[in-house]
């Protein structure tokens, strides 16, 4: 089962703009990973926050993590065509072993 | 970041017949791999963890019969879809298992069964 829930399932805006998604988890977790997945293709990681930090940078990626509300954000600034694609967070808990579970994804569109 | 390498990337077979897909890290020892399936506009659905060594551990519901998995070498795994139906057409993706749990991808493998 799907630990992650997701939110927005679809988003689009014009090339420029930020993009916000959202995840959100059940379980006590050890870090937290969001992933890109460009249409039929593997995914490919993209940053990883570990459960004692509250926010993460990665060039246009921004990552919060709240752990008292179960959730993260991952902020995309200065959004480009290429950046077109579907998000997934990832949730690695202890009670999963070494398996991660993934969210349903937030599918991004970014319009030139 | 790691090189995951998944062959083929698209095929087509008849119903009844077999298919096995590769997956390879190229360039890390992958003690773990995963099998994936997912479904348009869906999420991964994790069908089974794959340990060099030994036995795959396949996730509830999912035929071990169906999809024979083999981790012979920490470098491959393959997964072999046996008397393949139109019902098993799909997407199917294998990732290896990296450091701080980080999974790498292979480009998956769009199966057709007609």
């Known amino acids: 089962s799907q630990q992650g829930e997701e939110d927005p399932q679809a988003l689009s805006i014009q090339e420029g703009e930020n993009a916000t998604m959202n995840c959100s988890y059940k379980t006590s977790i050890n870090n937290l990973q969001w992933y890109r997945q460009n249409s039929g293709r593997g995914l490919v990681h993209l940053i990883l926050?570990?459960?004692?930090?509250r926010e993460k940078h990665s060039g246009r990626l921004r990552v919060t993590l709240d752990t008292s509300k179960k959730s993260s954000s991952l902020l995309i600034t200065a959004s480009r065509a290429a950046d077109t694609a579907s998000y997934f967070c990832?949730?690695?808990?202890?009670?999963?072993?070494?398996?991660?579970?993934f969210g349903g994804g937030t599918r991004v569109l970014v319009k030139p | 970041g790691a090189v995951v390498s998944q062959h083929p990337s698209w095929v087509i077979c008849k119903s009844g017949t077999s298919v096995k897909i590769e997956c390879r890290s190229l360039?890390?020892?992958?003690?773990?791999m995963f099998w994936y399936r997912q479904f348009p506009k869906q999420s991964l659905m994790l069908m089974a963890t794959?340990?060099?060594?030994?036995?795959?551990?396949?996730e509830q519901g999912v035929e071990k019969d169906k999809f024979l998995i083999n981790h012979a070498s920490l470098t491959l795994s393959t997964l072999t879809v046996t008397s393949a139906h139109p019902e098993d057409s799909s997407f199917y993706i294998c990732?290896?298992?990296?450091?701080?749990?980080?999974?790498?991808f292979g480009a998956g493998t769009r199966l057709s069964v007609l």
């Open positions: 990732s290896a298992r990296g450091t701080f749990n980080i999974q790498y």
């Open positions: 926050i570990r459960s004692n930090e």
């Open positions: 990832a949730t690695d808990a202890w009670a999963a072993g070494n398996k991660l579970t």
């Open positions: 794959s340990n060099e060594g030994s036995k795959a551990t396949y």
């Open positions: 360039d890390f020892q992958a003690t773990t």
